[in-house]
């Protein structure tokens, strides 16, 4: 029997255009998915999924994970039939859209047979195996959840030239954000398409959008790197304000985002690949980070707190 661990992730900027050149700003959630696997005697694989979750996200991604692992096990050229698994997935990180658990649910199981089948994968390698087994949940994943996932930190994360590229990002102030589900469930595999459609619409006015976002994403990593906690509130309010003008948030993640902002959150967007899923308000402070929790925990939302960079 083995385990691995992935961490869960928040996205900062940059979110729904990695693959378009522009760069993100992440950072692993102090929340991790645990995959144990155990040889049995069986047939194939089984799976015992007892993570936490958002009402109705493990019905919804069932069949994806089913693809993700029979790909993962295909990459790591593990036979089932000859070795027949028990999979089990646990651990704090809740699981729901935007928070990276297909992701985490990747890299832990990868870092699980890799110590199981003594393979020696090289946290590199890990990280592929996590990127591939995404495949079945985003179409052409980026890479920024797994990268998230395996390595942790606050990261810069970029596709460049088809290279996937990534720099640590020391933050001068501790991170404190909440993060609050809406409840809805989004198929992030069909988030290209949607803005490919954007792009094909106004293509001028999707390139100046890039643009714009690809400066946000630098002034935000340096405003991290100085400890300027309110420019980066603001960036990530501008931020929601071009990803709601393209159709990429949702009104009840927009409710929430007003709502962390008239407690105190100094900014506040949608995270992940949006159309449901998480927001992520900046909270600097334990007093503020909890009262922006207990309120959106009290109307019955879904909540994780974390700090980042101490």
Request: charged share 25%; glycine share 12%.
């Amino acid at each position: 029997m083995a385990q691995g661990a992935g961490f869960g992730k928040t996205i900062f900027i940059g979110d729904q255009f990695v693959l378009r050149g522009v760069p993100s700003i992440v950072a692993a959630l102090p929340y991790e998915t645990v995959a144990d696997v155990e040889r049995i005697d069986a047939e194939g694989w089984v799976l015992e999924d007892n993570r936490n979750e958002v009402p109705g996200y493990k019905d919804k991604k069932k069949e994806q994970q089913i693809d993700s692992i029979n790909r993962i096990l295909e990459v790591m050229n593990i036979d089932v039939k000859k070795t027949p698994l028990k999979i089990t997935y646990g651990g704090p990180l809740l699981a729901g859209s935007g928070v990276g658990a297909s992701a985490a649910s990747c890299v832990s199981l990868a870092r699980a047979l890799n110590e199981e089948f003594a393979l020696g994968l090289s946290i590199d390698e890990i990280n592929h195996v996590g990127w591939e087994g995404e495949f079945a949940y985003h179409g052409t994943p980026s890479g920024v959840d797994n990268t998230a996932s395996t390595y942790g930190g606050i990261l810069q994360y970029r596709v460049e030239n088809n290279e996937k590229k990534f720099e640590r990002i020391q933050a001068k102030e501790p991170i404190d954000v909440v993060l609050a589900n809406s409840g809805v469930t989004s198929d992030t595999s069909t988030l290209g398409a949607y803005v490919d459609q954007i792009r094909d619409k106004d293509p001028d006015l999707f390139k100046k959008r890039l643009k714009i976002i690809s400066g946000q994403v630098a002034e935000m990593r340096q405003a991290l790197e100085t400890g300027r906690l309110n420019t980066v509130g603001s960036i990530m309010t501008e931020n929601h304000e071009i990803l709601i003008d393209m159709g990429l948030s949702h009104e009840t993640l927009v409710y929430l985002c007003n709502k962390a902002q008239d407690l105190g959150a100094l900014g506040a967007k949608v995270t992940g690949g949006g159309r449901g899923g998480y927001m992520v308000a900046l909270t600097p402070g334990e007093d503020l980070q909890q009262t922006v929790a207990a309120a959106m925990e009290l109307e019955g939302y879904k909540v994780i707190r974390a700090r980042f960079g101490h």
